[in-house]
């Protein structure tokens, strides 16, 4: 079953609306995808071009000679990936959903390239952000409240 879902960059500049059929999601571990998004790997769903509409134009990054990349080029963030020539699909960021909470992930890509200590943190011990006293503080200070 189809479901609209929304999204965009940190900023809001750059808005879009998704179809989305599948909770399927990817993780890429790729070189290219590394360096474009400055993580360790970067999670991906894929999406039919024509179930993708844009509120506010990205900016587009000819990453590769096969490839481009949207992405907001007032707060710099990551929107997907597509080919450049026959694209049927695009690859949208996971994280520039308004809520992804609905994706998992059903396979990794690229794992020639995959950084083995980045595979499974579970075993690392986990801190809420609002436990971070010097974070909790700034934010309270410039604008009275934590971040939704």
Request: some cysteine; hydrophobic content about 35%; proline content about 7%.
């Amino acid at each position: 079953m189809s479901e609209t879902m929304t999204g965009g960059c940190q900023c809001r500049r750059v808005r879009y609306t998704a179809q989305i059929a599948s909770d399927d999601a990817y993780l890429c571990h790729c070189t290219m995808c590394r360096r474009a998004t400055g993580g360790a790997s970067i999670a991906f769903v894929s999406v039919p071009l024509e179930a993708m509409s844009w509120n506010g134009e990205p900016d587009w990054y000819r990453s590769s000679p096969i490839a481009e990349r949207p992405f907001c080029a007032a707060c710099g963030t990551p929107l997907g990936f597509r080919f450049v020539d026959d694209a049927t699909n695009m690859d949208v960021t996971i994280g520039s959903f308004d809520d992804p909470s609905r994706f998992k992930p059903v396979h990794n890509y690229a794992t020639e390239s995959i950084l083995p200590a980045w595979q499974d943190t579970s075993h690392l011990p986990g801190f809420r952000s609002d436990e971070n006293s010097n974070v909790t503080e700034r934010w309270m200070k410039s604008v009275g409240k934590l971040p939704g």
